[in-house]
């Protein structure tokens, strides 16, 4: 199990009774935290640092464990922060910076000079906090007693982005065909992602699945037929082209497993060989954490995979969206999400339909692929995007709300939302950030999450929500060009 590493600071001129303490106050605090963060990552406690001899071999050692995901430090005791330079600059891995006291409550009838001495986090934290600043160093703080459940919450939220930032070192994207002809927000920098993220993005041709698709034995594709029935409602007489999809789920998933794949990306000018634009295939892959993206669109399908680990074991859905059509009835604007066929079943309301209808575009057969309306709920729709010089994203909060009339002709499963704070400001908001068409959809994080995840791997970030202003957020797009153009 991957692990986060607790390491406490203090210093060598209080004597070795001193320094006992500050290791059993943290072993217990650190088992503590272990516990309630168990279902996402161990937290191991290490050492206590008092040299800056020390603070170098544990940062380094934490930089070089592959099983380790991020670092917490707190000073127990003062701690002067020249001995943390070294380790700091050695650090490699995220850093949370945990500003706590073993005690909660000062004992106000026994304090006395040793105690205080103890328990300086106040002071030692500030000592910490300002060589980190020093450093440029990109961190979390967080504040308050660590038993509490909002700190508690904050440390897991922490976990869960470095878990995710974990996942992305190595982690193997696979480009069926390229990107789409003349798109441009699609497109993007592969190395300069593998350089940034760790992801590590390749074409391939689309035969390479077709030979494993002619491979498939009629027994192969019961089985797949079987997982189908189980889950959704079969809902068309064209067996065959259900079987199809099949077909290609299966080819997908050989392959993937075969060259070690997170995520992929087809599109649907190149699909020489296969008979139908893969639907409902790529439909039941999302809903199993394999990320998509349409038209070649790597960012999208690698920010879907990353983004629904982060949303593991947390309440809501997390796939590909794209963004479609309005309703534009003043005051209460909405906006339809959907896709040519791939809208993940994650988002269903209720039991998805296997329907096959004819595809406008491609010139293939017609393709099977789930029907569904949409869950409601809050949520974010995160886009990534290339500009050129750096990687951004944009955030904006949503509300996914039932569909007010059904659309009985509409051939594909469905999303309907409200972007904050309206849709005259949130969405002219997000084109004046450069927003793509297609975003990740999820009600199972937050703004925040995305902000933690944007903060490790040191992405520029804008972020629209209810107190987004279009003036102050023009201003904000410009001050980070400049900010960029200065780091360049
Ligand atoms: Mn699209």
Known sequence: MKKMYFITGSQDLYGEAVIRQVEKDSREMAAFLNEKLSDICGIEFTTVVQTSAEAEDICTKASSDRDCIGVIAWMHTFSPAKMWIRGLQALKKPLLHLHTQYNEKLPYDSIDMDFMNLNQSAHGDREFGFICTRLHIRREVVAGYYKHDDVIERIRKFAYAAAAVDMCHG???????????????TDGDRV????KYGWNVNYYGIGDLVKLAEGMTEQDIDRKMAEYAEKYDMDTDNIAAVREQAKYEIAIERFIEKEDITAFTDTFQDLHGLDQLPGLAVQNLMAKG??????????????????????????GATA?????????TAGEELELGSHMLEVSPVFAASKPRIQVHPLGIGGKSDPARLVFDGVCGKGIAVSMIDLGDRFRLVCAEIELVSQPKPMPK???ARLMWKICPSLPVG?????????????????????DDIRLFAKMTDTELVIIDEKTDLNAFEQQLEMLDLTAKLKR
């Not at 920010?303 to 309440?315: K, P």
């Not at 969206?321 to 534009?328: A, F, K, P």
């Open 290 to 315: 394999i990320g998509f993206g349409p038209e070649g669109d790597y960012k999208t399908s690698a920010l879907g995979a990353v983004l629904f680990r982060m949303s593991e074991g947390r309440e």
């Open 171 to 185: 982690m193997r994207i696979a480009m069926f065909g390229n990107n789409m002809r003349d798109v441009a927000v």
């Open 320 to 328: 590909f969206m794209e963004d479609y059509t309005y309703d534009l």
């Open 410 to 412: 509409l051939p594909v």
């Open 427 to 447: 969405s002219a908001a997000w084109i004046y950030a450069g927003g793509a068409h297609h975003a990740v959809v999820s009600t199972a994080l937050t703004a």
């Open 192 to 195: 300069e992602s593998e350089i």
